[in-house]
T-cell receptor
Framework: DAGITQSPRHKVTETGTPVTLRCHQT?????MYWYRQDPGHGLRLIHY???????DKGEVSDGYSVSRSKTEDFLLTLESATSSQTSVYFC?????????????????FGAGSRLTVL | GQQLNQSPQSMFIQEGEDVSMNCTSS?????WLWYKQDPGEGPVLLIA?????ELTSNGRLTAQFGITRKDSFLNISASIPSDVGIYFC???????????FGTGTRLKVLA
């Protein structure tokens, strides 16, 4: 594995409760991403980070916040979980190299975190 | 926003057959990636493409970066049962470092 760990792998929670998912990498990659995967929608970008304390929104960022205080950790927080946020969440990392060859700038994914909001 | 149309959505094929799938975009991309996802796991990179017209192989898999930079194709030759899974394309516009994914092609191989 490329050294990406997501935790927890499974979580069941109730509507209105806060939830934090953690992504930890040991590759020292600059870029980290959170995607959600739902049937019929593929993978949709929630937020991404291009460095410590540097983050930006993706296409489905409403209801989510992120933080990156260290290179190796990227946290995804649902301040008040809703049933529509039931999904599988994937973290991904990228070195952001622009050499254009040899696997540069590709996404490597974690194993996923399955969240169920009741 | 940007959209990727991936087709077909699903395929049932006989073992030994060749498979083709493609993605088209409303925007120009500078990088195309192809992934395979097995049940309960994260997507795994198959092929990365960086230049318009580029043709790259990985074993029985061949992918091409379309000349218009708005499309990409993945071919699997002589399919085997372990090819079963969901295949995703992803594209990145220059300098954004944000990848947009297609909705996936679910492949089932009949022995």
């Amino acid at each position: 594995d490329a050294g990406i760990t997501q935790s927890p792998r499974h979580k069941v929670t109730e509507t209105g409760t806060p939830v934090t998912l953690r992504c930890h990498q040991t590759e020292n990659h600059r870029y980290m991403y959170w995607y959600r995967q739902d049937p019929g929608h593929g993978l949709r970008l929630i937020h991404y980070s291009y460095g410590v304390k540097d983050t930006d929104k993706g296409e489905v960022s409403d209801g989510y916040s992120v933080s990156r205080s260290k290179t190796e950790d990227f946290l995804l927080t649902l301040e008040s979980a809703t049933s529509s946020q039931t999904s599988v969440y994937f973290c991904a990392i990228s070195d952001g190299r622009t050499s254009g060859t040899g696997g540069a700038n590709v996404l490597t994914f974690g194993a996923g975190s399955r969240l169920t909001v009741l | 926003g940007q959209q990727l149309n991936q087709s077909p959505q699903s395929m049932f094929i006989q073992e030994g057959e060749d498979v083709s799938m493609n993605c088209t975009s409303s925007s120009i991309f500078n990088t195309w990636l192809w992934y395979k996802q097995d049940p309960g796991e994260g997507p795994v990179l198959l092929i990365a493409l960086y230049k318009a017209g580029e043709l790259t192989s990985n074993g029985r898999l061949t992918a091409q970066f379309g000349i218009t930079r708005k499309d990409s194709f993945l071919n699997i030759s002589a399919s085997i049962p372990s090819d079963v899974g969901i295949y995703f394309c992803a594209g990145e516009s220059s300098g954004t470092y944000k990848y947009i994914f297609g909705t996936g092609t679910r492949l089932k191989v009949l022995a």
